[in-house]
């Protein structure tokens, strides 16, 4: 069984798409074993994309993530980080997959719907800077 961070990000929220993404994770047999809403402030943002802070967007994007509210789940299931990055797409909507969240629902690279962790360590990293282990429901 392995644990992801899921976020949909605030261009989600704010689109009204939380119930349609929650809906995917639920019929992909995925479980959601803790989930809230946060605002973040920018600083939690660059904390957040620290791995990005010399790239040129990373200015643009912690804005963009500090922006309004976003809702922060964590996934289980077998192969749950492979699984949740395919029902999201490539980064880019342009070369998404067909059927895939950013595919369907993203139009800019940035405002790109959706966050999932990219590996075990890194999951576990981005659990821990929301949740704590009380949030997690076993
Ligand atoms: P994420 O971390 O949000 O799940 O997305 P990802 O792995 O697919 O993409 P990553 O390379 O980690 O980039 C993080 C987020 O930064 C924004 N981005 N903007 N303007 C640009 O060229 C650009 N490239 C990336 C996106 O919001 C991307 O998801
Ligand atoms: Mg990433």
Redesign the pocket.
């Known amino acids: 069984m392995e644990r992801t961070l899921s976020i949909i990000k605030p261009d989600g929220v704010s689109r009204g798409l939380m119930g349609e993404i929650v809906k995917r994770f639920e019929n992909n047999n995925i479980r959601i074993i803790a989930m809230k809403l946060v605002r973040m402030t920018k600083s939690q943002a660059e904390g957040f994309?620290a791995v990005?802070k010399e790239r040129p967007?990373f200015g643009s994007?912690t804005d963009f993530m500090s922006s309004g509210p976003a809702l922060v789940m964590v996934l289980e299931g077998e192969n749950v980080i492979a699984k949740n990055r395919e029902l999201?797409g490539a980064?880019n909507y342009k070369d998404a997959a067909e059927g895939t969240i950013r595919r369907d629902f993203a139009n800019d690279?940035?405002k790109?719907v959706?966050?999932?962790s990219?590996a075990p360590e890194t999951a576990a990293v981005e659990i821990s800077y929301f949740f704590n282990q009380f949030e997690i429901v076993g």
Do not use: A, Q
């Open positions: 994309y990005h967007f994007l999201m980064t690279i940035e790109n959706v966050h999932g990219d």
